[in-house]
């Protein structure tokens, strides 16, 4: 693990210090968590539009044909 200095402003740390002290842990490892779990988040992201875009677009209409009404998509 690697250690690291940051500056909160005072109503952040105090908000800081609650949340650990409920779950039981250090400040420390609240935003090391915080953190990990964003990193993930974005990860998660990115691979999920790198699967999106490399799907083959789908034609959803024939040439010269009108789209559905959307009455006839939507039940109401």
Known sequence: M???TITLEEEVARWARIR??????S?????????????????AYLLAMEEFLAEKPRVLKKPGTP??????????
């Open 2 to 4: 690697k250690n690291v």
């Open 20 to 25: 650990a002290a409920e779950q039981n842990t």
């Open 27 to 43: 400040v420390s490892r609240l935003v090391g968590e915080m953190l990990k779990e964003k990193m993930q988040a974005e990860e």
């Open 67 to 76: 789209y559905p009404r959307r009455e006839d998509l939507h039940e109401r």
